[in-house]
């Protein structure tokens, strides 16, 4: 089964300052996608990358920018991090195409003062 | 509108009951996926769907993409079957949508 892991699982952030969560995966997964949760609703796509050295716009990205340096990372940066952005961020990958199964990390709960 | 619309939105069942969860796709779906999220806030894969159905243990899911649907079944359920289901449709090549999930709640 794949393996994605998160840091950190939470963190406190003040508004107005940088927010860096990291994701990485060992399963060689083409696709990696960046989620946020926010309570008592589903999953809304912030960010993805298909391939190293290149992210794509998901349906939220606004105040988020993200950052694939390999295939095994996924960052999401949060430059300037505003109250509205207390969630809880998942990452997932899988591989190519159009029949593969999506994996997830444990999540990291960000709560922004 | 929704794209994936799951119903209904909340459930209670007594244990040993059985129940069903639906989501309506109005995206072309090409696989499903279902999860649960439990309490802690993790999220656990239950099936991946290609059209056609799957069967584990007490659980069991079908996805029809011709009629735009997939359905989850909870037979004899278990107090640990609480959580909230998610389904989610994979539609040509990246993306992953979600539907707003339905919050279970399974008492002795």
């Known amino acids: 089964e794949a393996a994605v892991t998160q840091s950190p699982r939470s963190k406190v952030a003040v508004t107005g300052g940088k927010v860096t969560l990291s994701c990485h995966q060992t399963?060689?997964?083409?696709?990696m996608y960046w989620y946020r949760q926010d309570t008592g609703h589903g999953l809304r796509l912030i960010h993805y990358?298909?391939?190293?050295?290149?992210?794509e716009k998901g349906d939220i990205p606004d105040g988020y920018k993200a950052s694939r340096p390999s295939q095994e990372n996924f960052s999401l940066i949060l430059e300037l991090a505003s109250l509205s952005q207390t969630a809880v961020y998942f990452c997932?990958?899988?591989?190519?195409?159009?029949?593969?199964?999506?994996?997830f990390g444990p999540g990291t709960r960000l709560t922004v003062l | 509108g929704d794209k994936v619309k799951q119903s209904p939105s909340a459930l209670s069942l007594q244990e040993g009951t059985n129940s069903a969860l639906r989501c309506n796709f109005s995206?072309?779906?090409?696989?499903v996926q279902w999860f649960l999220q439990n309490p802690r806030g993790s999220l656990m894969n239950l099936f991946y769907?290609?059209?056609g159905t799957k069967e584990n243990g007490r659980l069991k899911s079908a996805f029809d993409s011709k009629e735009s649907y997939s359905t989850l079944h909870i037979r004899d359920a278990q107090l640990e079957d609480s959580g909230t289901y998610f389904c989610?449709?994979?539609?040509?090549?990246?993306?992953?949508?979600f539907g707003s999930g339905t919050r279970l709640l399974v008492s002795p």
């Open positions: 989610a449709a994979l539609t040509g090549g990246y993306k992953v949508v």
């Open positions: 769907l290609v059209p």
């Open positions: 990358s298909y391939v190293a050295d290149s992210t």
């Open positions: 399963n060689n997964h083409d696709y």
């Open positions: 995206i072309a779906a090409t696989t």
């Open positions: 997932a990958s899988r591989t190519g195409g159009n029949y593969a199964e999506q994996f």
